[in-house]
C-alpha cells in the first residue's frame, strides 16, 4: 500500500511532538514541515529528517495531506487554502477562532469530499476509549481540567484552550440539543477567561457540569458520568477508567462477598455494588490520533472526530464565552 504524504504546518513544541510520531507510523510519510520562523523550522525540520519549506504554497504542492498546528487565529487561513488545493487536513483544536470560518472549513472539505479531522485528543485517550460509550445514557456529568499557567495558550480564553476538551467528550456522549447554559469565568492573569464553569442542560434532561482553569498548582483532568445504577470515573491524566455498578443478585441464598457499602434489598430483590477497574494499556494519545487520521485519508472513510465535531464543540464553546460576557456586563 502506497505511503501518505503528509506535511506539517507549524513546528513549535505541539507541531514538533506531530512530527515525532508520524515517524513512527508506518503508513505516514513525513515529508516536509513550514514554519514562519525560519530558525525553528529548520532546527526541527533537521531533527525529524525532513526539509524544511518557508513557502507554504511549496509544501502543498509535494503533500497529500496536512498536519497544522499553529495558533488558532491562523488556522481557517492554512486549512482552507489547503483543502483548496484538494489537500485532507488534521487541524488542532479549536477548528478555528470564530462559527463562521469553522463552517466554511466543513462546507469546503464536504465540496471536495477530502478528510478533515479536529485534534480534540481526549476522544483518543485510553480511559475514554475503554468506557461503554454506546450503553451510556447519563443523567449528570461533572468534569473538571485544571491546569498550571502556560503563555501559549492565552492567546484564546480557558474556554477554548482547555474546557472544550471535555464539551467534546461530552457532545459524544450525549446525544441530545442543548437547551440552556449558565457560566461564568474570570481573567486573572491573561487578557482572556483563566478560570471558568459551565452548567449546561440538554434537551433529554441532562445536565454536565464542567470547571476548566489553566492557575492551578495541581493538574487534574477528570470526568465522571452518572446514570441510573451506574456511575464511572474518568481520570485521562491517569488514563484510568473505574466503573461502579448496581447489579442484581440472581439468587438470594447465592454467597456474593458484599463490597464496602454492602448489599442493597428493595422490594425483595437484593442488589449489590459492582466495581471495576476497566483494564487500558499505556497509549500514546497523539499516535493514536494521527493514525486514525492516516487511516482515514487512506480508506476514504468519516475520522473519528469530524470537522462537523470540531464545529460542534465551538459553537458550545461560544454559547458558553457568550453567556460568561452576558454576566459579566450585568455584574459591570
Not at 473538571?144 to 501559549?152: E, I, Q, T, V
Not at 470547571?211 to 481520570?235: C, E, G, N, P
Request: aromatic share 6%; proline share 4%.
Amino acid at each position: 500500500m502506497p505511503k501518505l504524504k503528509i506535511g506539517i504546518a507549524g513546528v513549535g513544541k505541539l507541531g514538533r511532538y506531530h512530527g515525532q510520531n508520524l515517524l513512527q507510523i508506518p503508513a505516514a510519510d513525513l515529508v516536509s514541515v513550514y514554519d514562519i520562523d525560519r530558525e525553528r523550522g529548520v532546527r526541527v525540520a533537521n531533527e525529524l529528517g525532513v526539509d524544511f519549506l518557508a513557502n507554504y504554497a511549496d509544501l502543498l504542492d509535494r503533500i497529500d495531506a496536512l498536519c497544522i498546528a499553529v495558533p488558532t487565529v491562523k488556522h481557517f487561513d492554512l486549512a482552507a487554502e489547503a483543502i483548496r488545493d484538494g489537500k485532507s487536513v488534521f487541524v488542532e483544536k479549536p477548528i478555528s477562532s470564530s462559527i463562521e470560518q469553522a463552517e466554511r472549513l466543513v462546507r469546503l472539505a464536504e465540496e471536495k469530499e477530502i478528510v478533515l479531522q479536529v485534534g480534540h485528543i481526549e476522544r483518543f485517550n485510553p480511559a475514554f476509549q475503554k468506557l461503554p460509550t454506546d450503553t451510556l445514557q447519563p443523567r449528570f456529568i461533572e468534569a473538571h481540567r485544571l491546569a498550571s499557567f502556560n503563555p501559549r495558550g492565552t492567546d484564546v480564553a480557558v474556554v477554548l484552550d482547555l474546557m472544550i476538551h471535555d464539551i467534546d467528550l461530552i457532545l459524544s456522549v450525549v446525544k441530545s440539543p442543548v437547551k440552556n447554559i449558565d457560566a461564568n469565568g474570570v481573567s486573572v492573569i491573561s487578557e482572556n477567561e483563566d478560570i471558568a464553569n459551565a452548567r449546561i442542560k440538554f434537551e433529554n434532561g441532562c445536565v454536565a457540569n464542567l470547571t476548566a482553569s489553566r492557575i492551578s498548582l495541581k493538574k487534574m483532568r477528570k470526568i465522571r458520568f452518572f446514570q441510573q445504577d451506574m456511575y464511572a470515573s474518568l481520570d485521562l491524566l491517569a488514563g484510568l477508567a473505574e466503573v461502579y455498578q448496581l447489579k442484581t443478585i440472581p439468587d438470594a441464598s447465592s454467597n456474593y462477598s458484599p463490597v464496602s457499602w454492602g448489599i442493597i434489598e428493595k422490594d425483595g430483590v437484593r442488589k449489590q455494588i459492582v466495581y471495576r477497574q476497566l483494564p487500558s494499556e499505556e497509549e500514546n494519545a497523539l499516535k493514536l490520533e494521527l493514525q486514525s487520521f492516516v487511516d482515514a485519508v487512506l480508506s476514504g472513510t468519516e475520522p473519528v472526530v469530524s470537522g462537523r465535531d470540531g464545529l460542534h464543540a465551538l459553537q458550545v464553546a461560544q454559547m458558553i464565552l457568550d453567556e460568561i460576557k452576558r454576566n459579566r456586563v450585568e455584574v459591570e
